[in-house]
């Protein structure tokens, strides 16, 4: 699994994954409860660069993540921060994940937050998580 598809594990995780690890690598794990998932589904998105895989440009500046609200979590892989800035520094440049009480609503949340984040060279998919919702 790459990162577009761990994030959404991640998300839905109602446990410390720290202890986990620290567990496994002491011997421990059998003292720790089961883990625990929140009973939600998680969708991710990559923002990509216009252009990518192919060529694209860099050092787009990316904004709107003071306004993204609920409970979506962007992850960063394609940027940089220059001054207070963030800029595009990568094909893959960000991972917008949210979490909902259903597949489609988990689907709208992500793409909510998405259309918050500007930057002029932004590119996504429009049917992520779709092709789950015919098996429902």
């Not at 720790?32 to 998105?45: G, H």
């Not at 520094?89 to 918050?116: F, H, P, Q, W």
């Amino acid at each position: 699994m790459g990162d577009p598809e761990c994030q959404p594990i991640v998300m839905r995780m109602d446990f410390d994954l720290y202890d986990y690890l620290v567990a496994s690598v002491d011997g421990t794990l059998s003292s720790l409860p089961p883990a625990s998932w929140k009973l939600q589904s998680a969708v991710c998105v990559v923002l990509a660069s216009n252009g990518y895989p192919n060529s694209y440009s860099k050092d787009d500046e990316i904004t709107g993540f003071d306004s993204i609200s609920n409970g979506a979590i962007v992850f960063h892989a394609g940027t940089k921060k220059s001054g207070e800035k963030i800029l595009s520094n990568g094909g893959r440049v960000l991972g917008v994940t949210a979490l909902g009480d259903s597949l489609e609503s988990a689907i709208t949340n992500a793409y909510a937050a998405i259309e918050k984040i500007t930057g002029s060279q932004k590119y996504n998919r429009t049917d992520i998580g779709k092709k789950g919702l015919s098996y429902l």
